[in-house]
């Protein structure tokens, strides 16, 4: 299995993108797979999630390229590559630089080999730093509330990773879109989750994340939700979506090893 970079993108706020990279990097870890998250958020959300909050080298530094990326073991199978807030002037340092839009991806280009899935965190902005993470990306996951609000802003992003992919990184697609802050109660939530369906298709997720405290609750114990609360509704539901990623990225490398046995009859 090659890596999957899986950037983890929607610019509006309030959506989970924090909570589910965390929560989805940790149950692939716990499956066994070697997993890296690197915070792209100059507000470091995820970086203090696992109560890091001193590093010798954060993304910024890396960005920079004033060092080489230097990962902080969360526990066996997880690494992180930790933010700072000094990255939120990245933007503005490298807006002269060449080749600005790829400093990322060549930056984890000596580390990626080391692991299964590499999950990054995006800012809740469509600027570089975003831009440098569906770069290095070869898949986008947008997580989406059970709003019409959240729907109406899909156009944006949705131009922009098209353009990312014409333009800077021709592998780039959509592969995954999970609603969050579900209440099945709600005809509301039913509704939109219909509407989303509509606009993805095969690419929504089954599982949806349900509102739980417990989500809330574990990154100020700086933990993700199973190591926090291992039988809630939260960990249930990433447990699943996490299930799910797995079972997607082994039909996918079941069709590449199918296509290649082909080719090599040919």
Do not use: W
Request: net charge negative; glycine share 6%; charged share 25%.
């Amino acid at each position: 299995m090659s890596t999957s970079i899986i950037a983890i993108s929607n610019h509006k706020g309030g959506v989970g993108k924090t909570t589910s990279t965390v929560n989805i990097g940790a149950g692939l870890a716990l499956t066994g797979h070697k997993v890296l998250l690197i915070d792209m958020d100059p507000q470091s959300n995820m970086t203090q999630s696992y109560g890091i909050t001193k590093s010798d080298i954060s993304v910024y530094e890396v960005l920079k390229g004033d060092a080489e990326a230097k990962t902080v073991e969360v526990f066996e199978n997880l690494d992180i590559l930790p933010s700072s807030l000094d990255l939120s002037g990245a933007e503005m340092e490298l807006i002269n630089e060449a080749g600005r839009e790829y400093i990322l991806k060549d930056a984890i280009s000596s580390i990626k080999d080391k692991y299964d899935y590499i999950l990054i965190d995006c800012p809740p902005s469509l600027g570089l730093l975003t831009i440098n993470a569906l770069t290095a990306a070869n898949e986008v996951y947008i997580p989406l509330q059970a709003h019409y609000l959240a729907i109406k802003g899909l156009t944006k992003i949705i131009e922009v990773i098209g353009k990312v992919k014409k333009r800077l990184n021709k592998d780039i697609e959509i592969t995954g879109v999970f609603v969050t802050q579900f209440d099945k109660r709600k005809v509301l939530h039913r509704d939109v989750v219909e509407t989303i369906y509509t606009y993805f298709q095969e690419k929504l997720f089954d599982t949806r994340i349900r509102d739980n405290i417990s989500l809330a609750e574990a990154p100020s114990q700086g933990m993700d939700i199973f190591h926090y609360d291992n039988t809630c509704k939260g960990a249930e539901d990433y447990k699943n979506l996490v299930q799910e990623i797995m079972d997607r990225h082994h039909e996918f490398d079941d069709e590449e090893d199918a296509e290649e046995s082909a080719t090599e009859t040919k």
